[in-house]
């Protein structure tokens, strides 16, 4: 199965996009790569006892943290999250810990196996959006299960019967032939890029027609524990691959 490309629908894209026309986007971007930057630099002694250590550097990014925390009262009765991320519901994959937003109200998370953009994961992204969120990322990641487990046996009828939204959802996002787990992962997350955002949903379309939200493909390496923004350029490739199978 292939997906459909159009000229119309990869101009919504390169708008959905450009980060740098939104300052909003660009400000949340820029927060999540210093985040994610911390996270890398510490995470070693984030693992062993972030909360005791008195180093300089973990120092930093608590204080990075506290500096996203908004006063609690200020929440109480409305969230206003500047970032929303639809990503892996693998347990290894945390939005708030990898990108240092250790915090309320910094990040409205959606997650589901393999970072999919199903029904339910598209509607709960309107939440953010209709609080005004400039930004949402699409956060695949290496190693991801459920992208190894369709990549070798989507095909078998335990996984049509245990995990059938994820096979299909799965069929339409890679060119026949790919079978690396990882490969397959970059081409799930320009897929749902590209459907969203030439999405029909009227709270999203409005949005985005507006230029009032952007939209960031990612990819979060577990080894590293970098996360890493796909250029446009690799993403309409991969888009092209996918339609001219």
């Known amino acids: 199965m292939t997906m459909n490309i159009s000229e119309e629908g ?23 790569k210093k985040g994610n930057e911390l996270f890398v630099k510490n995470r ?18 608590y204080q990075f943290s506290k500096e996203l925390n908004p006063e ?16 892996c519901s693998d347990s290894r994959v945390n939005m708030e810990i990898i990108f240092s937003h250790i915090s309320f109200n910094a990040i409205f998370v ?13 509607e709960s992204m309107t939440v953010p959006v209709s609080h005004g969120t400039p930004l949402i ?15 070798t046996q989507r095909k078998t009828q335990q996984m049509n019967e245990a995990m059938p939204a994820t096979v299909a959802a799965l069929e339409a996002v890679a060119p026949k032939g790919i079978t690396d787990a990882d490969k397959i992962a970059e081409y799930n997350v320009a897929n749902v ?21 952007k939209i960031v493909p ?8 970098k996360v890493v923004a796909i250029r446009d350029v690799q993403i309409r490739k991969m888009l092209s691959d996918n339609s001219h199978e």
């Not at 589901?112 to 598209?122: D, F, H, M, R, V």
């Open 137 to 151: 990322v699409i956060c695949g990641h290496y190693k991801c299960g459920a992208m190894n487990a369709c990549a």
């Open 10 to 32: 990869l101009k919504r894209l390169q708008k959905a996009m450009d980060v740098d026309a939104y300052a909003p986007a660009k400000k949340a971007f820029g927060e999540l």
């Open 72 to 87: 609690l009262d200020e929440i109480e009765h409305h969230q206003t999250p500047s970032k929303a991320v639809l990503a």
């Open 218 to 225: 990612m990819m979060y390496d577990i080894d590293s524990g």
């Open 193 to 213: 890029v590209y459907r969203l955002a030439n999405s029909t949903n009227p709270v999203l379309s409005k949005a985005l027609n507006e230029g009032k939200v």
């Open 110 to 122: 959606v997650k589901n196996a393999g970072n999919i953009l199903t029904k339910e994961a598209e």
């Open 44 to 61: 070693g002694e984030y693992y062993s006892d972030v909360k005791s250590s008195s180093s300089e550097e973990v120092s930093e990014l």
